[in-house]
């Protein structure tokens, strides 16, 4: 199983940007496919995004699509989501989930993915 880390929550101003960070460890496979969802208070899950290890190809939710940006740095296995232009609504917790047997195309589902990491809040405030 995959052990997943984020890092790079915080507060931030509106208009700022976000690098959020997700270190995988603990399996003897490459992570497969990675993804980022974010959960705002009082909302259910969103999909952002999602990054296959074997090819770097990226798919993005709908709602989303132009305003995240995910990536990843195999050798260091870890994945990365970027956003400039933070506005109030992005304030939730972001998530980072992982499975090695899955291949991301189309449609980011949460049901996919057997590794979760714990999240990283970001609040976006002046």
């Known amino acids: 199983q995959v052990q997943l880390v984020e890092s790079g929550g915080g507060l931030v101003q509106p208009g700022g940007s976000l690098r959020l960070s997700c270190a995988t460890s603990?399996?003897?496979?490459?992570?497969?496919?990675a993804a980022w969802f974010r959960q705002a208070p009082g909302k259910e899950r969103e999909a952002i995004s999602c990054?296959?290890?074997?090819?770097?190809?990226?798919t993005y939710a709908d709602s989303v699509k132009g305003r995240f940006a995910i990536s990843s740095d195999n050798a260091k296995k870890t994945v990365y989501l970027q956003r400039a232009s933070l506005q109030p609504e992005d304030t939730a917790t972001y998530y980072c989930a992982a499975d090695p047997m899955l291949y991301c195309e189309g449609s980011v589902n949460s049901a996919d993915f057997r590794s979760w990491g714990q999240g990283t809040r970001v609040t976006v405030s002046s």
């Open positions: 603990g399996s003897t496979l490459d992570y497969g496919a």
């Open positions: 990054i296959n290890e074997s090819d770097g190809t990226t």
